[in-house]
Nanobody, 116 residues
Framework: QVQFVESGGGLVQPGGSLNLSCVAS????????MAWYRQAPGKQRELVAG???????RNIISMKGRFTISRDNAKNTAYLQMNSLQLEDTGVYYC??????????WGQGTPVTVSS
């Protein structure tokens, strides 16, 4: 059974940092592309960043170097380090492993609130 468990979100002031984690199970993690998505209030879910099984990264949204995706294949875990957080980064963050536009079952996500 495929499962994603995201954690690490919370309330942070503008300019702060958070490190999100995503533990995946139910599939061969080290053979799959992994990606982080976010859904801001009232908006559609959007792709934030992706990483290949070998560690090549791609930031889809222009984050001006503020976000860094990484993975630890030995731990079946993907990470999203977020620095210099801004109000517009507020939302629920999810991870998934898309294949040809098809998604695996979504996890609960981890909420991030940037507020002063």
């Amino acid at each position: 059974q495929v499962q994603f468990v995201e954690s690490g979100g919370g309330l942070v002031q503008p300019g702060g940092s958070l490190n999100l984690s995503c533990v995946a199970s139910g599939f061969t993690f080290n053979r799959h592309y992994m990606a982080w998505y976010r859904q801001a209030p009232g908006k559609q879910r959007e792709l934030v960043a992706g990483i290949t099984p070998g560690g090549t990264t791609r930031n889809i949204i222009s984050m001006k170097g503020r976000f860094t995706i990484s993975r630890d294949n030995a731990k079946n875990t993907a990470y999203l380090q977020m620095n210099s957080l801004q109000l517009e980064d507020t939302g629920v963050y999810y991870c998934n492993s898309p294949v040809g536009g098809t998604f695996l079952p979504w996890g609960q996500g981890t909420p991030v609130t940037v507020s002063s």
